[in-house]
């Protein structure tokens, strides 16, 4: 478990990123659809978006807290390291047209 609490803010920064994944998944297996944009399905694009924030906050967080704090939790570098793929899954869904 995280010694500080900047570290536990990283934990759970990732359980509620998962947490709005799952709801995610939910209303897409429960019948929700997207549109012609990102926007078109204001309960899909904003659970995704606030899911993707989440994780990259608390990989965000957790680097810091690995780095300044010297965390040696494994909760809080895999924290970390699904913040970084979430952030590079995110810029490259950006930067790389399909």
């Not at 570290?7 to 509620?16: F, H, M, T």
């Not at 010297?70 to 899954?89: H, N, Q």
């Amino acid at each position: 478990m995280p010694r500080t609490p900047l570290g536990r803010l990283a934990v759970v920064g990732d359980i509620v990123a998962l947490v709005l994944l799952g709801v995610f998944i939910g209303l897409v297996s429960g019948g929700q659809r997207g549109g012609d944009t990102f926007f078109s399905n204001a309960w899909l694009s904003w659970t995704i978006l606030l899911a993707a924030g989440a994780s990259i906050a608390a990989g965000g967080a957790g680097l810091v807290c690995i780095a300044t704090r010297r965390e040696r939790s494994v909760a809080v570098s895999v924290a970390a390291v699904l913040g970084l793929l979430v952030l590079a899954w995110v810029l490259a869904e950006i930067f790389v047209p399909h």
